[in-house]
């Protein structure tokens, strides 16, 4: 508090800036007349019926586009070969197709030989097979079960 008050005996209250006479009452009208002219309201734009509707059409195009490549993959990879995850109407199918002969060039998985002896051990005979399954096998495989 002393050196406040040697500073105000020193130099007093009064500072050394002084402002012009009048400066307060022409201030607001000075800044009005340096700001830029206020630009008109734009009107929004009228959009068509297909502006509004082309991001939603983009997204099922894509959508569509991705589902048509993980087919592509999943038919590419092979994962129509026999499993046990397989359902017995895939397998139904894919011993109708000609998909079984090359099935004997393919080297078996432990699970391909846990599915052979699953079915194997369900049915005695081709027929059974058959019925179950709504499926006529192909004369060529007739003596599968010998």
């Known amino acids: 508090m002393k050196e406040e008050e040697k500073i105000i005996g020193r130099y007093g209250r009064k500072g050394p800036w002084k402002v012009p006479e009048g400066y307060f009452e022409s201030l607001s009208v000075d800044i009005i007349e340096k700001l830029p002219a206020h630009p008109e309201k734009q009107q929004p734009v009228k959009l068509s019926a297909w502006q509004r509707v082309k991001p939603y059409v983009y997204l ?6 991705i589902w048509c490549m993980m087919q592509m993959f999943h038919n590419v990879s092979g994962m129509g070969s026999l499993n046990i995850d397989n359902p017995p109407e ?5 011993m109708s197709e000609s998909a079984m002969d090359d099935m004997y060039l393919m080297p078996l998985s432990d699970s391909d030989y846990e599915l052979i002896d699953e079915m194997s051990s369900k049915y005695s005979s081709i027929e059974e097979f058959e019925k179950d399954f709504g499926v006529t096998i192909e004369p060529q495989f007739d003596n599968a079960d010998k």
Do not use: D, Q, Y
């Not at 099922?60 to 586009?65: H, Q, R, S, T």
């Not at 895939?90 to 894919?94: C, E």
């Open 60 to 65: 099922a195009a894509m959508f569509a586009g």
């Open 90 to 94: 895939h397998i139904a199918s894919l």
